[in-house]
């Protein structure tokens, strides 16, 4: 994992050159938990810049990292232009975790590269062995837990059943302990970390892809295996459900009785599934040019809010709480000062831009 250290105003001097320097007009960050997210939008907002969020996961709202998260979550999002979240649940959580006018959030999907996540050629055939492929990261939210019930349960079934696992994490060593007690060997292949250039090549070997998410704003892995020609199951949580239609997924609670007659239902349907039929039909569905297209519209729209001046962004922060809100005003004003000083040791007008490159001939 990579993290960024808060240091609240530490990026101001760099984050104002950049804007500067590169001429931006709107400031898009992402992700609620990136500390740098969250500091680039606040100068951004102080310098005047358009900004526009991007949330790509969901959270609670009763333990101590997911109250903390959405106090944060709060304070940037009460002075940006335009949010856009990749489903309707994702939309839901995030007005109601940030207190966000809806009227500002925009549902726009991800994609998944079609050109890239194909079927294979020569398809593996199911009257022999079916395949059921893993890809996540084997940690408690992505339902590894799950797994280590579920994958047991489903080999004594099914004899001509066999897993192939990639991904790694804490969960990691359950799972190996799940194979070694249940002799499976033969029939659980662990691959450990499969970098996305691979991605591709391990779901073409399955036939069946198995999601075990306990939360999930989105999930781009059914996507790409979707693409690929592969049915899915997956459990039935967050934006999950509005993913794929109900001929492309097998839905169940994130329970492992029900996971497993899950299973049982996709191997039944499993000849009537055709991976390159599959596979034209996620190409209309999805594409990350339709997903610039929306988020160019975005982009216009917070381009024609009107730029607040200090004291109407400070009323916005006054509301977010009666100790907080006092907190988060001190800290714009303190970042507003320190703009203002940055303006005074060095004028914009010093700051070099980045010169325009014509590659034409």
């Not at 001097?13 to 969250?38: D, M, N, Y």
């Not at 084997?138 to 004594?156: H, S, W």
């Not at 004899?159 to 302990?177: A, T």
């Not at 998410?213 to 999950?240: D, Y």
Request: net charge negative; with cysteine.
């Amino acid at each position: 994992m990579q993290n960024t250290f808060p240091t609240v105003y530490g990026t101001l001097p760099i984050v104002r050159t950049i804007l500067k320097r590169e001429r931006i007009t709107v400031v898009h960050g992402h992700q609620a938990f990136s500390t740098l997210c969250h500091e680039a939008l606040m100068h951004a907002r102080t310098m005047g810049y358009r900004v526009v969020f991007t949330d790509h996961s969901l959270y609670g709202f009763a333990d101590v990292g997911s109250i903390h998260m959405n106090k944060v979550l709060q304070f940037t999002l009460a002075d940006i232009d335009q949010a856009i979240c990749v489903s309707h649940t994702s939309k839901e959580n995030t007005v109601l975790r940030s207190g966000l006018s809806p009227g500002k959030v925009f549902m726009i999907p991800n994609a998944v590269d079609t050109a890239m996540f194909k079927p294979a050629d020569v398809r593996p055939s199911s009257d022999d062995v079916i395949t059921i492929v893993v890809i996540s990261r084997l940690v408690y939210r992505k339902g590894a837990d799950l797994l280590v019930e579920v994958i047991p349960e489903v080999c004594r079934l099914y004899p001509n059943v066999r897993f192939v696992v990639g991904g790694d994490g804490p969960k990691h060593v359950r799972l190996e302990e799940m194979r070694e007690k249940h002799s499976l060997q033969d029939r659980v292949e662990m691959l450990g970390a499969v970098p996305h250039s691979r991605v591709r090549s391990v779901l073409v070997t399955g036939h069946i892809f198995l999601n075990s998410s306990l939360t999930e704003a989105f999930c781009i892995a059914i996507l790409e295996a979707a693409s690929c020609g592969l049915l899915t199951v997956s459990t039935r949580v967050g934006g999950v459900p509005e993913v794929l239609p109900d001929d492309m997924v097998v839905l169940a609670e994130p329970d492992p009785d029900d996971m497993v007659r899950a299973i049982e239902k996709a191997i039944s349907i499993l000849p009537s599934i055709n991976p390159e039929e599959m596979h034209n039909r996620m190409k209309k569905l999805y594409s990350w040019q339709d997903v610039a297209k929306r988020t160019e519209i975005v982009y216009d729209r917070a381009l024609k809010c009107s730029n607040r001046n200090l004291l109407e962004r400070l009323s916005r922060f006054l509301s977010c709480g009666a100790w907080a809100g006092k907190v988060f005003c001190m800290v714009m004003i303190i970042d507003y000062l320190l703009w203002r000083l940055l303006q005074f040791l060095q004028p914009d007008d010093d700051v070099e831009e980045a010169p325009d490159i014509n590659f034409c001939n």
